[in-house]
């Protein structure tokens, strides 16, 4: 079964809007963790932001957030303001259970085009 | 300098051939992995390694084998390539089970 899935194979923004990425998990563990990655053409893999199952509050690093619903088991990236620079794929991953488990599932990803 | 990386960058090989990827680091982590990327698919794990003598099978290991020469080294070989093991290769390293860090990623053709 799928366990990240991401329903927008493509999103287009205009510059300095914002814009919501979907990502939504399935698992029956309480402990779990949830990761979005940025890959620009050049190919890398970026992290950018880690939501963990037991966190109160919705993670923020700069212009990323990352609204997390888990009675909706969902977690959307917002990326506010955005610019021509944030033009990539995106990958939603969860990695579940306890610490010793490295089964972190990703997502198919969000190719985000940025309109100027 | 950057903390993962990966030799080579950009591999052709004919069906048949045994290759090697190597991965290193430098972030002191304790955890490495290996995963293969296609389109479409997002990333798969192969194998990862909690230390050098703890080396687990991820989700897509058939056909590959990895080696754990030290903290810092992991390297992954497909034994014999065949055309459907064409992928972007992506190393990465994570202190426990925390935030994985990947390298540049390594673009592999299999003739």
């Known amino acids: 079964a799928q366990k990240i899935t991401q329903t927008q194979p493509g999103m287009f923004v205009q510059e300095k809007e914002a814009v919501t990425l979907d990502c939504t998990y399935d698992t029956s563990d309480q402990s779990y963790g949830l990761f979005w990655y940025k890959q620009p053409s050049s190919g890398e893999m970026i992290f950018l932001i880690y939501q963990g199952s037991y966190d109160e509050q919705n993670a923020t690093e700069g212009r990323y957030s990352l609204n997390f619903q888990k009675a909706r088991k969902s977690a959307n990236l917002v990326i506010s303001a955005s610019q021509l620079g944030d033009s990539a794929m995106y990958f939603c991953a969860m990695r579940e259970g306890q610490i010793r488990n490295n089964d972190m599932r990703f997502g198919a990803g969000t190719r985000l085009t940025v309109k100027p | 300098d950057a903390d993962v990386t990966q030799t080579p960058r950009n591999r052709i090989t004919k069906t048949g051939k045994r290759i090697m990827l190597e991965c290193s680091q430098t972030k002191g982590h304790d955890r490495m992995y290996w995963y293969r990327q296609d389109p479409g698919l997002g990333l798969r794990l192969i194998y990862y390694s909690f230390d050098v003598k703890d080396i687990n099978k991820g989700e897509i290991s058939d056909g590959y084998s990895v080696s754990r020469q030290a903290q810092a080294k992991f390297s992954l070989s497909l034994e014999s390539a065949i055309p459907n093991q064409t992928a972007l290769y992506f190393c990465?390293?994570?202190?426990?089970?925390?935030?994985?860090?990947f390298g540049p990623g390594t673009r592999l053709l299999v003739l």
């Open positions: 990465a390293t994570s202190r426990g089970g925390q935030t994985q860090y």
